[in-house]
């Protein structure tokens, strides 16, 4: 079968344009037209921006409440975080403690690969208690709730971190007062610290930089909360931080 060949038209050749098509071009030229669909395309305009109102007003109304939670949230977390500090405030953490007997020490493989040290409740007391007496503070183990040692952090050499709970708030008090005669122990350093929320322990930390950087002179933990004292001037007031927003202000 052969297919017969078309020509190519040429623009003169071009055929005229429908009537429909210049129906609907004139249509578009008459004013009445026009108005007709301005009034159309003004109509759902209208409709689309009443909806936009409606949601912003809807936007609004879920920022408010959004807000009212993330206060309620924030306050919430506040309690949560103090009623967890008071109920720290017998307790302390010593570091660096050297575990008291080796022979009853076993050294599991913990889930990471590494070795872990385990050491008697008892054992753990009776080396609080002697570190006690070196601190000539008398303590005896009706003083101690419980003593023991806290899970080894990665990378750490020395011994795991202990930690003590009191029988009464006056024993701790006396114990965490002392600390201060650990600067002139001979051996292995030994540190006293309050048992911090992770909250406190991470704002304590960014105070403690700032010592470190010469932007305060000293910070410190008592009670739960972090302590800043500005500058060595004997006149200077030691102050209460209790947000980073605190410190970002000095």
């Known amino acids: 079968m052969v297919k017969k060949k078309t020509k190519n038209l040429k623009p003169a050749e071009m055929p005229p344009k429908t009537d429909a098509v210049e129906d609907f071009i004139r249509a578009l030229s008459d004013k009445r037209v026009q108005d007709l669909i301005g009034d159309i395309v003004a109509g759902r305009l209208k409709d689309c921006l009443a909806e936009i109102d409606c949601l912003k007003r809807e936007n609004i109304e879920n920022k408010r409440q959004i807000d009212v939670l993330t206060k309620n949230l924030s306050d919430a977390n ?14 302390i953490i010593i570091s660096g403690l ?12 913990d889930q990471s690969g590494g070795g872990g040290e385990e050491e008697h409740a008892a054992d753990t007391e009776r080396s609080v208690l002697a570190l006690c007496q070196e601190l000539q503070v008398p303590l005896s183990p009706a003083d101690i709730s419980i003593a023991h040692r806290l899970k080894k952090k990665p990378n750490n050499p020395g011994p795991a971190a202990v930690i003590v709970r009191f029988t009464s708030r006056k024993a701790r008090e006396m114990v965490y007062a002392a600390r201060y005669k650990l600067k002139n122990r001979h051996g292995v350093p ?4 309050e048992d911090l929320t992770k909250p406190t322990a991470e704002l304590f930390a960014k105070a403690r930089k700032l010592v470190k950087d010469r932007v305060i002179h000293s910070a410190w933990t008592s009670g739960g909360v972090v302590n800043i004292k500005k500058t060595s001037d004997p006149s200077c007031r030691p102050c209460r931080v209790h947000s980073a927003n605190d410190l970002s202000r000095i």
């Open 98 to 109: 050297p575990v008291a007997s080796f022979a009853e020490i076993a050294t599991p493989t």
């Open 190 to 193: 030994v540190y006293i610290n």
């Open 78 to 91: 506040s309690k949560i975080d103090a009623l967890e500090a008071y109920n720290r405030r017998d307790n």
